[in-house]
């Protein structure tokens, strides 16, 4: 039986929940995952310091992957220290129509949002000019933009995309015009692949109109993080969605993914048992992608949302059933699907190589 190796941070709220549900979901799949747990919760921080943060980031480092889950902000927020010391550079974010979660949009939404995670002026926190006026800086350089438009154009030929850059590139002629030309040069080697560029305020326009015009879509830091909320926002929800966070070597390969859910720790419900594990399952989906098993990622990004659709759930969306209960539920979906010799040759011809972007509720 294979062995994967992952390193699970643990968080806090119902962070101990959520790892209680992925352990039970990959204890019935088809080869083992050796979890190597970091506690990195607020107590675990207080105690810690610098010192874990090293421990994790030497931990991420040797393994290449790992599962995040949600960390109260106290003094610093977690994801930020780690995207910084683990040099992440491009964030991956499926946002797709969710079936049974009630939306204000009706089209369906079917967008990967590949942003540049450094720069822009989130690096600086600017600084006031007398007590008048205050000034910052963005910062734009071409290597994470290079990075940020290989993974899009990787992403696009593999799952036969489009992908459209997006920037306000008429204005910020220096900054943005320098992105652009770089995402230009990178299209180049992908002539397969239709690369449309888009002004930001436009783009956000006409994704509200007509969404599936859309497809992979590669921004810069302050857009992508714009662009995603607003995603979210038209397929009814924040926190059902899970994010890959690449960092690269110098032969432009990954070196190290993170994945994460996007809701927080939800305090409000912590040790309840009634948590909603469909984040986590999701980013736990992309993790097994990038480490080659499509067919079970496949498997449990499919089963999961198939549950939704179906109003078999957790109270949060509706449902019934507890966090543990809805996991069994998907356990037993994906493994039905997993020796399910139909589905394999339907399905995965459909999402194998496009778990970022599959279409819902067609599976
Ligand atoms: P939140 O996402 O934790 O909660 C918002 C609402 O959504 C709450 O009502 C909560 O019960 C519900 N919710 C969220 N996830 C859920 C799930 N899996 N199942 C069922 N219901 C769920 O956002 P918040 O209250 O603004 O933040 C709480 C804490 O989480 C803060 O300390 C914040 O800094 C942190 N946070 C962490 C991350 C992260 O680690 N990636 C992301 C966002 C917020």
């Given at each position: 039986?294979?062995?994967?190796?992952?390193?699970?941070?643990?968080?806090?709220?119902?962070?101990?929940?959520?790892?209680?549900?992925?352990?039970?979901?990959?204890e019935?799949?088809?080869?083992?995952?050796?979890?190597?747990?970091?506690?990195?919760?607020?107590?675990?921080?207080?105690?810690?310091?610098?010192?874990?943060?090293?421990?994790?980031?030497?931990?991420?480092?040797?393994?290449?992957?790992?599962?995040?889950?949600?960390?109260?902000t106290?003094?610093?927020s977690?994801?930020?220290?780690?995207?910084?010391?683990?040099?992440?550079?491009?964030?991956?974010?499926?946002?797709?129509?969710?079936?049974?979660?009630?939306?204000?949009?009706?089209?369906?939404?079917?967008?990967?949002?590949?942003?540049?995670?450094?720069?822009?002026?989130?690096?600086?926190?600017?600084?006031?000019?007398?007590?008048?006026?205050?000034?910052?800086?963005?910062?734009?350089?071409?290597?994470?933009?290079r990075?940020?438009?290989?993974?899009?154009?990787?992403?696009?030929?593999?799952?036969?995309?489009?992908?459209?850059?997006?920037?306000?590139?008429?204005?910020?002629?220096?900054?943005?015009?320098?992105?652009?030309?770089?995402?230009?040069?990178?299209?180049?080697?992908?002539?397969?692949?239709?690369?449309?560029?888009?002004?930001?305020?436009?783009?956000?326009?006409?994704?509200?109109?007509?969404?599936q015009?859309?497809?992979?879509?590669?921004?810069?830091?302050?857009?992508?993080?714009?662009?995603?909320?607003?995603?979210?926002?038209?397929?009814?929800?924040?926190?059902?969605?899970?994010?890959?966070?690449?960092?690269?070597?110098?032969?432009?390969?990954?070196?190290?993914?993170?994945?994460?859910?996007?809701?927080?720790?939800?305090?409000?419900?912590a040790?309840?048992?009634?948590?909603n594990?469909?984040?986590?399952?999701?980013?736990?989906?992309?993790?097994?992608?990038h480490?080659?098993e499509?067919?079970?990622?496949?498997?449990?990004?499919?089963s999961?949302?198939?549950?939704?659709?179906?109003?078999?759930?957790?109270?949060?969306?509706?449902?019934?059933?507890?966090?543990?209960?809805f996991?069994?539920?998907?356990?037993?979906?994906?493994?039905?699907?997993?020796?399910?010799?139909?589905?394999?040759?339907?399905?995965?011809?459909?999402?194998?190589?496009?778990?970022?972007?599959?279409?819902?509720?067609?599976?």
């Amino acid at each position: 039986m294979k062995h994967y190796p992952v390193v699970e941070l643990q968080g806090d709220g119902i962070g101990p929940e959520l790892s209680a549900a992925v352990h039970r979901l990959a204890e019935r799949l088809p080869f083992r995952i050796d979890w190597q747990s970091i506690d990195i919760s607020v107590e675990a921080r207080e105690k810690g310091g610098k010192e874990l943060y090293d421990r994790a980031v030497k931990a991420i480092e040797d393994v290449g992957v790992a599962l995040k889950h949600p960390t109260a902000t106290v003094k610093e927020s977690p994801n930020q220290v780690l995207r910084k010391r683990l040099n992440l550079q491009v964030i991956h974010r499926p946002v797709q129509t969710i079936p049974g979660i009630p939306t204000n949009f009706k089209a369906d939404v079917d967008l990967d949002v590949v942003r540049i995670a450094t720069g822009g002026t989130y690096d600086d926190p600017g600084q006031l000019i007398g007590t008048e006026a205050a000034v910052s800086l963005r910062i734009i350089e071409k290597e994470p933009c290079r990075q940020a438009a290989l993974f899009a154009f990787e992403l696009a030929r593999k799952t036969k995309r489009s992908v459209t850059s997006s920037s306000k590139h008429t204005i910020q002629k220096v900054t943005d015009g320098l992105f652009e030309s770089v995402v230009k040069e990178v299209a180049k080697d992908y002539p397969e692949v239709t690369h449309r560029v888009e002004l930001f305020d436009a783009l956000l326009a006409k994704l509200v109109l007509k969404p599936q015009s859309f497809q992979i879509v590669l921004v810069l830091n302050e857009y992508g993080d714009f662009l995603s909320d607003m995603a979210c926002g038209l397929i009814g929800s924040l926190g059902i969605g899970a994010s890959g966070n690449y960092g690269f070597d110098k032969n432009k390969g990954i070196r190290v993914g993170m994945f994460d859910a996007s809701h927080g720790t939800a305090p409000d419900i912590a040790g309840q048992g009634k948590a909603n594990p469909t984040a986590i399952f999701l980013a736990f989906a992309l993790l097994l992608y990038h480490r080659g098993e499509v067919r079970t990622a496949s498997a449990i990004k499919n089963s999961t949302l198939e549950l939704l659709r179906e109003g078999i759930s957790t109270p949060d969306v509706g449902g019934k059933l507890g966090t543990v209960e809805f996991t069994d539920e998907v356990a037993k979906r994906v493994e039905k699907k997993l020796i399910d010799p139909s589905w394999t040759s339907k399905t995965i011809r459909l999402h194998a190589d496009k778990l970022g972007a599959d279409k819902l509720g067609k599976a």
